[in-house]
């Protein structure tokens, strides 16, 4: 089975302090079922450009969801309550289009800026390992806002962005849609 276990464990860090949703969108999930094993109640929609990583997807859950396109050449559709926003390379924009109000982004270290730059996201949590396992920590969250010293995002990135300027890095951030 092809999952990645920090996502998993940061599925369910999540769960633990917001609650199970019941949709899930993917972006960019390759072959990556995490979500699956995390959430196995939700209804899951996996979304990636390359369809052999979907067909593994569809072997290990033959009722997973999988659409193979782009994110930004997608209709609106369902709205979502969780994004899982790892690796993807679509638009930040089309990541979260569908994500309904109030609901929330688990975003990789990695690719955080455009989730702290969006004025439509509330930063609400960081999901860090504690006592061998991952916590959802919703106190004194202003220590992950700051930048590095003359850290600024590249404007030659301004539609996927792979970047993390914060100070203190943890692995995981979790955003909330206000509109």
């Known amino acids: 089975m092809s999952t990645y276990p920090p996502l998993v464990a940061a599925c369910k860090a999540f769960a633990v302090r917001f609650g199970k949703p019941n949709t899930v969108f993917y972006p960019g999930c390759g072959a990556d079922a ?3 094993v995390a959430f196995p109640a939700a209804n899951i929609i996996y ?3 390359t369809q ?3 067909d593994e997807i569809k072997r290990q859950f033959p009722n997973a969801f999988v659409v193979c396109a782009k ?3 997608t ?5 979502y309550d969780l994004v899982l926003d790892v690796r993807s390379h679509a638009p930040f924009e089309s990541r979260i289009r569908d994500l309904r109000r109030g609901g929330y982004v ?3 270290q990695r690719s955080v800026d455009k989730s702290f730059e969006s004025p439509r996201m509330e930063f609400v949590a960081v999901i860090v390992p504690r006592g061998g396992a991952m916590r959802a920590e919703a106190e004194d ?3 992950y806002r700051e930048c590095e010293p003359d850290y600024v995002t590249d404007p030659r990135q301004p539609k996927y962005g792979f970047a993390n300027g914060r100070k ?3 692995p995981f951030y979790v955003f909330k849609k206000l509109a």
Do not use: M
């Open 75 to 79: 209709a609106p559709g369902a709205q």
């Open 141 to 143: 969250l202003e220590r």
């Open 47 to 49: 979304l990636d450009p």
């Open 34 to 36: 995490s979500p699956s």
């Open 52 to 54: 052999s990583g979907l």
């Open 106 to 108: 688990l975003v990789e």
């Open 168 to 170: 203190d890095k943890v």
């Open 71 to 73: 994110a930004e050449d």
